[in-house]
């Protein structure tokens, strides 16, 4: 917090960590979260901005050894003047803020200045880079010390300040970072002083990511293969023995998934499970919501439906979305699920089923198939015909399973239980997105293919650049009459099917080629 007595703010330096927006500490999350002004890196994640406050300021103090948007200098007093000025900071830096970070310098100047900080440690990518590559920088009766080196400091310059002589003497492991451009004479210096040719060495590049690239050989040939695997900068250079561990421990960027790009058009309150399920596996996923799930705008119908429940002897669902609309009104009316003892429910799918027993509910009937039509089908083979219907359902929804209903005889009032609206900057990212390369894109519902298609002006052409992953035939049915291809269709229609239909292609995609 401020301090209120002379209103300064505070400065804390936190370590975002090397890439991977889930290695930050909770501390340096913590102070993200609740400052009024964030000052980042270019290697700091992404998607860690989405923890700051909506009304944070950002400030972009990305710098690259060519592209620098802010000087050392700016930043130093951009954060002096932050801080003057009462806000709480958070200098999010990438890595560990004191491990070649500069973060010393910066702390200086705010102390210079008077104006409060605090550094919050971060995981350095000179040992999480290492670590995602499957190689212990450590190891025992193979190496049991560990030094860091700067690689952007030429070796060949008469008086730089690094004893090569003493590094090529070291037996333990050797660390290099922000090397790349002087790669080869890195080499060089430490070869000619007596390190073999054949010692284990690797490239690890954009460490912890789902960009990671790795290569090992001995360090004579190190450079030469990370040109032809096309690596680059940002590059750590590890030279040891446990280099040659990379074989037998490598996990990171060997699961199924790697290196994947999934689009995910699900709304983001939905998409949480499939997006863990697909990063677990290794996919790189983009959240691009074509629809976003919020409140009934006009209430008042379902309100009254909820007071006169006692009238109905059936509810359907047909999303899981819906009974989280009916559970909001509950709440907002006053009722428990206690009014719903005299009623049966069916819902289309495993997890329309979950919402449903969240608040105490078992559904009492669900089709094999996840279709509206099922659900008729179902009541009528099992000689059931509801009375009286109450069906809570989206504003866009289809009519397939109140007609249904009230072929078989059952009364059917339809009240909406939630609205849709399509998030204005989807189109864009997802565009951007499209030209960097998609290789699945997923479709859950009509509505997301829909949207989609019209949010990229009405061309399919960009999504059928991607595989098309979808569930269920009246998704497919709108795929098809948009002219989006359907290129994988889930067995199962649910967040499961769609990581097992996608996890299958890349198997048999890997078998044949």
């Known amino acids: ?27 340096g999350l913590e102070y993200l979260r609740s400052a009024d002004a964030v000052v980042y890196d270019r290697l700091a994640s992404p998607k860690l901005l989405e923890e700051a406050r909506p009304d944070a300021e950002l400030y972009d103090a990305g710098k690259g050894r060519d592209d620098h948007r802010m000087t050392q200098s ?36 705010l102390a210079a200045a008077g104006v409060p900080w605090e550094v919050v440690p971060g995981i350095s990518s000179t040992i999480a880079a290492p670590a995602y590559a499957g190689i212990p920088v450590t190891q025992r009766g193979m190496s ?21 002589d003493a590094l090529a003497g070291l037996s333990g492991t050797l660390v290099f970072v922000m090397g790349w451009k002087g790669m080869n004479d890195i080499v060089a210096a430490l070869t000619s002083r007596g390190v073999s040719n054949e010692r284990p060495a690797a490239l690890v590049q954009w460490g912890t990511t789902s960009k990671q690239k790795v290569v090992t050989g001995p360090i004579g040939e190190i450079v030469a293969r990370g040109v032809e695997a096309g690596i ?119 997890s329309t089923a979950r919402a449903l027993a969240e608040i105490g509910i078992n559904a009492d009937a669900i089709p094999d198939q996840y279709l509206a039509s099922a659900m008729v089908e179902l009541l009528k083979n099992d000689g059931i015909t509801p009375e009286n219907v109450l069906f809570p359902r989206s504003e866009i929804g289809r009519e397939t399973l109140a007609n249904g209903l009230r072929e078989l005889g059952s009364n059917v009032d339809e009240v909406v239980a939630y609205s849709t609206e399509s998030p204005n900057d989807t189109g864009e990212l997802a565009r951007a997105a499209y030209e960097e390369g998609i290789d699945f894109t997923t479709f859950t519902s009509s509505s997301t293919v829909r949207n989609l298609v019209e949010l990229l002006s009405g061309s ?26 359907i290129d994988i269709q889930a067995e199962e229609q649910s967040i499961a099917g769609i990581v097992t239909a996608i996890k299958a292609h890349v198997s048999e995609s890997t078998e044949q080629g």
């Not at 330096?13 to 500490?25: E, W």
């Not at 806000?87 to 803020?97: A, E, H, S």
């Not at 399919?460 to 291809?485: F, H, M, R």
């Open 1 to 27: 917090m401020p301090d209120t007595a002379n209103n300064l703010g505070k400065v804390y330096l936190v370590g975002a960590g090397p890439g991977d927006p889930g290695l930050i500490t909770v501390k």
């Open 74 to 109: 700016e930043i130093n007093e951009l954060l002096v003047d932050l801080g003057l000025s009462g806000k709480t900071v958070c200098r999010l830096k990438g890595g560990d803020p004191f491990i070649f970070g500069r973060g010393g310098e910066e702390a200086l100047d």
């Open 144 to 164: 049991t010390s560990l030094t860091i080196v700067t690689g952007s400091e030429d070796p060949n310059k008469p008086d730089s300040t690094i004893n090569w």
């Open 232 to 350: 680059g900068a940002p590059v750590a250079l590890v030279i040891g023995e446990v280099a040659g561990l990379r074989d037998a421990m490598a996990w990171f960027d060997t699961r199924p998934l790697f290196g994947k790009r999934v689009l995910v058009t699900r709304a983001r309150s939905q998409a949480s499970k499939l997006v863990k399920q697909l990063e677990d596996l290794g996919a790189e996923v983009l959240e691009y919501p074509t629809i976003e799930i919020v409140p009934v705008r006009d209430p008042s119908p379902l309100d009254e439906a909820l007071r006169n429940i006692s009238k109905y002897d059936w509810m359907m669902f047909t999303s899981s979305n819906a009974v989280r609309g009916i559970t909001e009104r509950m709440k907002a009316i006053g009722i428990d699920s206690r009014a719903f003892a005299h009623l049966k429910f069916g819902v289309n799918g495993p």
């Open 460 to 485: 399919p052409d960009l999504i059928n650049s991607s595989k098309t992953v979808i569930i269920g035939p009246i998704t497919a049915d709108t795929a098809k009459e948009l002219n989006v291809n």
